[in-house]
């Protein structure tokens, strides 16, 4: 089998995906040096290719990777010099013309919870024109508008707008020029094209029918199998998922295609139509559902993977496949580079390859040895599928699920049904509701025997353990996998292993179920889960003693985690600003656990915290001192540096910088270094920078809840090992961005949220510093 594999495109998908990748990341002078060297080596290439059969090869990789270099090289320096991104690197307010490439997605966790009005979702748009500082300047360019559901939710692609608010900068390894948060409604709002319309009324018939005829929870899925759209899917069906390894259902992927183009293909056989007649059904289909889903980067993406799938699954030319799949990513790579980074496009990728490649090996081997066709294909896609994207999904998520494979197999033969009945049901809604509703009810016993795998799956003790995530994480697994995969092809071996995780299975998951309770012992720093606002907690070295860096929202969350972890007295309480999320809960603190001093910024604003926390202090005689930049405290166990505010800063500054003037403290602990960081944003975060402040840390303090205002430029200078999200489970404010966290991940640091783990303890290890985390009781605790 492998023998037969054609292998001379992928070398240049690769090249072009290295190269677009070094442009993305590093900038656009690397990718430009890249395309000057690629020049001179294809002359070379090209003068030896009339004697050498391999220079022939090299010279295709060296043409493509050059031309790849030289496109990310252009595009790179044009958005590193676009006046929107020279705004955006300042923080600026700009007010942009721009067409809509996305409906507004909702962010994940903003549409739970009382706070409608502040929920937040996300929109990529096509820059038309900008007004910066005063001046309006022409120019294109993708930008991330971050804005307000209520007031944009029935928005849709195709529709030009005016949109008002704070640029930032975009996540690193995109051509996005900026991200805009905006706080109004759009202006000048213009209808989108009729086509975009009409797959709007498709998309909103199909919510309706689900929610008239399905379970709240399958008719929630039911769009997601069909089109993508989870906004009506329930939070915890949706970790259901992700624990389970079933997340790629709720994703427009090559899957959703090669199943209605399939569908299609097998009723024109029936019918008796020819190849051409059935080769044009199919691909009329794969039309309209790219219309359907929407025409963004991913859909297409998706659409030529599914065609790559039918190719090699419905036709049988697995030989081909490969080449194509290899023009594909070239293609593909070329036209939107911003491909290159990202997650779904190397999931797809590299599932495509497992279908193609794996699958069909596997399948047969299974055959040959008496297993029945069904149950075999049942058996090897999903393993195939699992094993060539269980790396990427290590090194994204941090952990990999055990379940996965049994998951898959039980549900993906009812997905491909279920997905059909959908798309009937969206096509025939238009015309009747009643038709429409049959075929609804017809999807509901699958979609409910899928709800059902994923929800017993996730239920499995150790259904998921952690692994290191990032760029390590994926090769050491990627490294695992291959290594398996070869040492496997021996029967004894086979065995062992067999006996191996059978063991690892009986001794693991109890012994994980006996891990010590909380607190833990040896701990430097704790986060208390205070809800949305922020709650630390710095081991002294001392018996029963703690500094304790904001008091969190809630009157009494933070002098419950103090009173878990045993404390009794706390030399400094510091206030990093007077917003309530930090200051609420110090009254309580202070009325169970003797607190010595209280630490607050030289902005004294909002003015009504501030006599709020001056009455509360006098009331249990605890003296109010000032902190700023330049002090020093230190205990046996913990030394305190203040890198922010400037005094003298911060005396200009309003309550509208509130954020900015936080106190910020450099904690040495014996679990490393802690950059403890309040909600500082943009401005504050380039005045650390520039301060020539050493900022490395081992473990940050994610600035302001994980909110998108942290510049890649910042959390780069940091370089963290582990960062700790302090942020409310539900919260209306759309925290953490999702922005945030994917580039976290994707340097290689552990994300800790204390909306997830509950409590987080930091303790030093014998390999920098690791993390226990106490969770709630219906919630199991994470710990490496």
Known sequence: MTASLDLRLAPAALAVWVVTLTGLLAGWLPAAVLALLAMPAAILAWKAARVRPFARAALVVLLLAGVAATGIAVRAYGVAHHPVRLAADHGERATLRVTLTSAPTPLRGASFGTRRAA????????????????RRVRADGAVVLLVPTAAWRNLIAGQQLTATGKAAPPRAGELTVAALQVLGPPADVVAAPG???????????????????LSPAAAGLLPGLVVGDTGKLPPEVEQDFKTAGLSHLTAVSGANLAIVCGAVLMLLHLAGAGPVISAIGAGAALIGFVVLAGPEPSVLRAAVMGAITLLALVLGRQRSALPVLSASVIGLLLLEPDLATSAGFALSVAATAGLVLLAPAWSAALRARGVPIGVAEAIAVPLAAHVVTAPLIAALSGAVSLVAVPANMLADPVVAPATVFGVLATVTAPASTWVAGVFGWLAAPELEWVLLVADRAAAVPGAEFDWPSGTVGGVLLAVLVVVGLITLRSKRIRWVVAVAVLLAVLVLVPVRSMLPGWPTPGWSLVA??????????????????????????????????????????????????LHADHVSGLAALMGKIPVDAVAIGPLREPAWALDEVVRDARAHRVPVVPMSSGQHAAWPGLVLDVLGPDPALARTQSADDANDA????????????????????????????????????????VPHH??????????????????VISVGAGNSYGHPSPLVVDHLTRAGTKVLRTDREGDIAILPGPHGPRFVSRGDPLRPSGRR
């Open 119 to 134: 929920d937040r979702s996300l929109v990529h748009a096509e820059l038309q024109a900008a007004e910066v500082a005063g």
């Open 195 to 213: 086509w975009q319309r009409v797959a709007e009324d498709l998309r909103v018939g199909l919510r309706q029918v689900s929610a008239d005829v």
């Open 528 to 577: 208390c889960d205070v809800g949305q606002g922020d709650g630390l907690v710095l081991a002294t070295g001392r018996p029963g003693e703690a500094v304790v860096v904001d008091a969190g929202p809630d009157p009494q969350r933070a002098a419950e985690c103090l009173h878990r972890l045993g404390i009794r007295r706390v030399p400094l309480a510091v206030l990093t600003h």
């Open 662 to 701: 936080s106190i910020v403290l450099l904690a040495t602990t014996p679990a490393g270094r802690v950059l403890l960081t309040g909600d500082v944003e943009l401005p504050g975060q380039g005045r650390l920078m520039s301060s020539g402040a050493d900022l490395r840390a081992d473990v940050l303090k």
């Open 706 to 723: 994980g909110s998108r205002y942290t510049t890649p430029r910042f959390l780069q200078a940091v370089r963290p090992r582990l960062a």
